[in-house]
């Protein structure tokens, strides 16, 4: 069964840092472009970060770039997100999500999704 | 940067009814148009990608259809559990959802 896992959400005070992770299985994951996508509550979605299969291109929505930084760990089949210089605005549900989509044509749809994890930056 | 509308942003409908969401896009997309159901706390599922394609296992009464700016989902047959909240999706950005209720 394809599955995403996240995991190390949690209660971060404003300015404070956090990493998630994201640990797939039943697919190779080393072969498929991934993301973050976050809902903040009552929220719609929020396309956060992609990142490729080799980690050769990386890209981020313009409200975390250069705060928070997607990797990969293909060996462990795991994703990650590192999130520092938290904002009250942060708060969210993370989602990662495996891109189907085919570079050749730049499409990008998502699935399967992880369950998601809870970040709440409050003080 | 492109936005995406959706309409209408909640719908009731009783069971058995065709429902259609409209997603518009602020410029000419190409047809990789994708569609996802929410239910109340848990993660979207995809339904439709490439506009019109239909991902394994989602049931037939759901498709899509469009081009340039203008992209719908189509429910033919509303089912009790297709109630949620419906994104459409292009690239780096998601409409605002329509929620879908049952009667």
């Known amino acids: 069964e394809v599955q995403l896992v996240e995991s190390g959400g949690g209660l971060v005070q404003p300015g404070g840092s956090l990493r998630l992770s994201c640990a797939a299985s039943?697919?190779?994951?080393?072969?498929?472009?991934m993301n973050w996508v976050r809902q903040a509550p009552g929220k719609g979605l929020e396309w956060v970060s992609h990142?490729?299969?080799?980690?050769?291109?990386?890209f981020y929505a313009d409200s975390v770039k250069g705060r928070f930084t997607i990797s990969r760990d293909n060996a462990k089949n795991s994703l990650y997100l590192q999130m520092n210089s938290l904002r009250a605005e942060d708060t969210a549900v993370y989602y990662c999500?495996?891109?189907?989509?085919?570079?050749?044509?730049?499409?990008?749809?998502?699935?399967?999704w992880g369950q998601g994890t809870l970040v709440t930056v409050s003080s | 940067d492109i936005q995406m509308t959706q309409s209408p942003s909640s719908l009731s409908a009783s069971v058995g009814d065709r429902v259609t969401i409209t997603c518009r896009a602020s410029?000419?997309?190409?047809?990789?148009l994708n569609w996802y159901q929410q239910k109340p706390g848990k993660a979207p599922k995809l339904l439709i990608y490439?506009?019109?394609s239909l991902q394994s296992g989602v049931p037939s009464r759901f498709s899509g259809s469009g081009s340039g700016t203008y992209f719908t989902l189509t429910i033919t047959s509303l089912q009790p559990e297709d109630f949620g909240t419906y994104y459409c999706?292009?690239?780096?950005?998601f409409g605002p959802g329509t929620k879908v209720d049952i009667k």
């Open positions: 490439a506009t019109s």
């Open positions: 990142i490729t299969s080799s980690s050769a291109s990386i």
């Open positions: 410029q000419r997309i190409n047809s990789y």
């Open positions: 999706h292009q690239r780096a950005t």
């Open positions: 999500a495996r891109d189907l989509g085919e570079a050749a044509t730049g499409t990008h749809y998502f699935d399967p």
């Open positions: 039943g697919f190779t994951f080393s072969t498929y472009n």
